[in-house]
Antibody, heavy 119, light 107 residues
């Protein structure tokens, strides 16, 4: 059974960089059938897709976040990563990682990691 | 980008009721529409993909129909564990977008 788990600092200061890790178990991120995505959700609000990464290193980002977002992966650790620069309070949200089935659907999802941007 | 709207934004229903939620796309997305269920404090869970395909392990009371720009999630007989927020998501474009959600509450 595939399991994803987000980890990273829960509190980030404004203008600094948010960094999150997604650790995958039960599947290899080298599996060419899947992409790996990040989604976020501010408290009480809807879901926003941030972007995805593929094993070949190709990425696709939400145009609204593209200038501040980067994703990478480490096959030796079976992890993939999210970095978001120049954060503001508007970036406060629960961040989810998810397996992205050939750019069709997201399943499964990690449990989510709350990141708060505050001085 | 492709915009999705959902109606209603919330609804009240009783156990055993038939519930329908509509998702409309700003342009034709063929059958590239998925439905997720999110319970409070939990991650979203995939229910339906490609408009009408039931994800493994999801009860058959969940049904998806539609193509083009209009899609519907039907819960044929609402169960206590179905009270949640439901989101549609389009995959016609590789830039995924989600609908704003529909909250299903107990009447």
């Amino acid at each position: 059974q595939v399991h994803l788990q987000e980890s990273g600092l829960g509190l980030v200061k404004p203008s600094q960089t948010l960094s999150l890790t997604c650790t995958v178990s039960g599947d290899s991120i080298s599996n060419g059938n899947f992409y790996w995505s990040w989604v976020r959700q501010p408290a009480g609000k809807g879901l926003e897709w941030i972007g995805r990464i593929f094993i070949a290193g190709s990425t696709l980002y939400n145009p609204s976040l593209k200038s501040r977002v980067s994703m990478s992966l480490d096959t030796s650790k079976n992890q993939f990563y999210l970095k978001m620069t120049s954060v503001t309070a508007a970036d406060t949200a629960v961040y989810y990682c998810a397996r992205d089935r050939e750019q069709v659907f997201l399943d499964p999802w990690g449990q989510g990691a709350l990141v708060t941007v505050s001085a | 980008d492709i915009q999705l709207t959902q109606s209603p934004s919330s609804l009240s229903a009783s156990v055993g009721d038939r519930v329908t939620i509509t998702c409309r796309a700003s342009q034709s997305i063929s059958s590239g529409l998925n439905w997720y269920q999110q319970k409070t404090g939990n991650a979203p869970k995939l229910l339906i993909y490609s408009s009408s395909a039931l994800q493994s392990g999801v009860p058959s009371r969940f049904r998806g129909v539609g193509s083009g720009t209009e899609f519907t999630l039907i819960i044929t007989s609402l169960q206590p564990e179905d009270f949640a927020t439901y989101y549609c998501q389009q995959s016609f474009s590789p830039l995924f977008t989600f609908g704003p959600g529909t909250k299903v509450e107990l009447k």
